[in-house]
């Protein structure tokens, strides 16, 4: 259950807006028109889609997809995830900004790209994956759907077909997204299920052009262009027996055909020897401490690894960090300190070692440590998300306050962010800061009349302090509204 149990808060707003952008892709013939007066983006899928519609289905499905999955809240994953990704996307085709990177929280492999920008990545991949060449060789995949603009082409194949042909393409998104884990997604799938048979069929020829196209920004990346074909293999020999394969083969399906075009695409590479990323290995490694349920299990699994080979950084690193969860965090403190003295520049090691130092409550030295990277680091998201969990842990709470709403307008899509404000403003006495704070929240998940509840809070604290505030609060309410009609008239 998500924070705030938003799970299906979201959910017969986001199917409203749904029907919206429906209606948008089937539109009249004046709406054609207007559409077709935008400039030209080289494809013809631009007078069906325009990118702002499709920016504004990714808004949509972005909300959805908060308020129906897990999201993993750890700033070092999202940091490492997000980071990675926007770097290899400079050697990608993509010309758009990424929208939204997302972590879900579940151990199976699947990612997604959705329009408008927004990739998502389950926990899963990175421990499928076993190094950054093989990850990345999926996230350039998904790079090059973005690119290539595979969802507006594909309303444009099917432009002459049914308003529920077309609603599939939308709706895959959503099923691809959730696993098939949620019973109202479920019940529109089988709805959809012709749609969607259909929307496969068309997919097959995308889907070779992202893997040739993906293909391309490994070698521009100087990443290991053998990867892709290693992934698909090791992915099909996993679930070879399987009675449900993981989502990514449902939406992404694989062929013999297409690994053996992966691997001949890869021959004309140049060929090198391909060192993998520590940093990627200790993400790897934290997602693997994420899922043991068993700590003590963990701390001998990493002890036995650092025997055979005692120079493994990322088994230390996996080590330190099943002792801290074991409540072993004298050792713990120590062996990540180790790591820190290796390099001493690394915000994974520092923001780590600061993490440990708040589960030892050794909370003084997280400050100080916190304050003083975050000097050389200045507004860094996992180290400023830590330096406000020190600060409450302090009972600095106005302080910690301070430090989140900072990140709020740094990064104002961060559900995480709006939670962990939410909180510590009411730590702070901050009544009226709750429920702005709260109201961002729902605002994200798609509840928008949570969020318009939490707006009248707020409005009715500062009506007779800050007037200013109210007039803005008014008019931001009476947004939500108008946006509520309209999706209520559609």
């Known amino acids: 259950m998500r924070k705030y149990n938003l799970r299906d808060l979201g959910k017969q707003m986001f199917l409203r807006q749904l029907v919206i952008c429906i209606l948008l892709l089937t539109t009249s013939p004046t709406l054609t028109r207007a559409e077709q007066s935008l400039p030209s983006l080289g494809d ?77 990545v389950n926990l899963g991949l990175l421990l499928k994956a076993e190094d950054v060449h093989e990850y990345s060789s999926v996230m350039a995949h998904e790079l090059a759907h973005l690119s290539q603009r595979h969802f507006a082409r594909g309303v444009e194949e099917q432009r002459a077909q049914t308003l529920p042909t077309i609603a599939s393409l939308i709706t895959a998104l959503i099923i691809g997204a959730a696993g098939g884990g949620d019973a109202a997604i479920a019940a529109i799938s089988t709805a959809q299920a012709a749609g969607v048979a259909n929307q496969l069929r068309f997919s097959r020829d995308r889907e070779q052009e992202a893997d040739r196209i993906g293909m391309n920004t490994l070698v521009r990346a100087n990443l290991d262009p053998n990867a892709m074909a290693r992934m698909f293999e090791r992915m099909q020999r996993a679930y070879r027996f399987t009675r449900r394969p993981p989502e990514f083969l449902l939406t992404h399906p694989l062929s013999e055909t297409r690994i053996a075009d992966a691997r001949n695409q890869a021959l004309d590479a140049p060929r090198r020897n391909y060192s993998d990323s520590l940093d990627y290995q200790l993400m790897r490694i934290r997602a693997e401490v994420h899922y043991r349920k068993n700590h003590a299990q963990g701390v001998k699994v990493y002890r036995k690894t650092l025997q055979e080979d005692p120079t493994n950084t990322a088994a230390n690193y996996g080590l330190a960090l099943s002792l801290s969860r074991n409540g072993e965090h004298e050792e713990a403190l120590t062996r990540v300190e180790k790591l820190v003295g290796i ?102 998940h798609g509840a928008y009349h949570r969020a318009i509840q939490h707006l009248e809070y707020a409005q009715r604290l500062v009506s007779r302090t800050n007037p200013q505030l109210q007039t803005k609060l008014s008019q931001r309410i009476q947004d939500l509204r108008t946006e509520i009609r309209a999706a209520q008239q559609s």
């Open 44 to 120: 013809a899928s631009s007078s069906i889609i325009s990118p702002q519609l499709e920016k504004e289905i990714g808004e949509s499905f972005l909300k959805q997809l908060h308020a129906s999955l897990p999201t993993f809240s750890d700033p070092l994953m999202k940091y490492y995830v997000a980071g990675q990704l926007n770097q290899l996307a400079q050697y990608s085709d993509l010309r758009e900004a990424i929208m939204s990177v997302v972590v879900i929280d579940n151990p199976d492999i699947n990612a997604f790209a959705a329009p408008g920008g927004v990739i998502g």
């Open 343 to 444: 390099n001493p520049q690394s915000i994974l090691y520092n923001a780590a070692y600061a993490e440990l130092l708040i589960e030892a409550k050794n909370t003084r030295q997280a400050l100080r440590l916190l304050s003083h990277q975050l000097v050389l680091n200045p507004d860094n998201a996992p180290l400023s998300m830590l330096y406000a969990q020190a600060l409450n842990q302090a009972e600095q709470f106005t302080e910690a306050e301070q430090v989140l709403t900072r990140q709020s307008r740094i990064r104002p899509n961060d559900v995480d962010v709006w939670y962990e404000l939410a909180e510590t403003a009411g730590l702070a006495g901050n009544i009226t800061g709750v429920h702005l704070a709260r109201a961002d929240y729902f605002y994200l």
